[in-house]
Nanobody, 120 residues
Framework: VQLQASGGGSVQPGESLRLSCAASGRISDIGRMGWYRQTPGKQRELVAR???????TYADSVKGRFTMSGTNAKNTRYLQMNSLKPEDTATYYCNADILVPGASYYSPYWGQGTQVTVSS
């Protein structure tokens, strides 16, 4: 199982980016799927997460600016990031709880980080 994250880049304040997270491999089901971010010297923090029932949670700092979309049917989720601010600069990681064939529980998987830099 792999989570492939993409879409990071360098933008100016106020601009937008869309991150993608695609799960591949032998997957029976995907539970929660979300995005976290981390800056040097700080703990990884939740940005946005969607449960298998469709409930989405956003960090207060991104509410109204970031939107998760996509479907588990396609094993892909997107994070649309609008009105980006310098404080959004971080390495963004996608995460998913995945059930593989033969397993009786979901395990967490992480994608590689994708860098987002917001600077004028």
């Amino acid at each position: 199982v792999q989570l492939q994250a993409s879409g990071g880049g360098s933008v100016q304040p106020g601009e937008s980016l869309r991150l993608s997270c695609a799960a591949s491999g032998r997957i029976s089901d995907i539970g929660r799927m979300g995005w976290y971010r981390q800056t040097p010297g700080k703990q990884r923090e939740l940005v946005a997460r969607i449960t298998s029932s469709g409930t989405i949670t956003y960090a207060d700092s991104v509410k109204g600016r970031f939107t998760m979309s996509g479907t588990n049917a396609k094993n892909t989720r997107y994070l649309q990031m609008n009105s980006l601010k310098p404080e959004d600069t971080a390495t963004y990681y996608c995460n998913a709880d995945i059930l593989v064939p033969g397993a009786s529980y979901y395990s967490p998987y992480w994608g590689q980080g994708t860098q987002v830099t917001v600077s004028s």
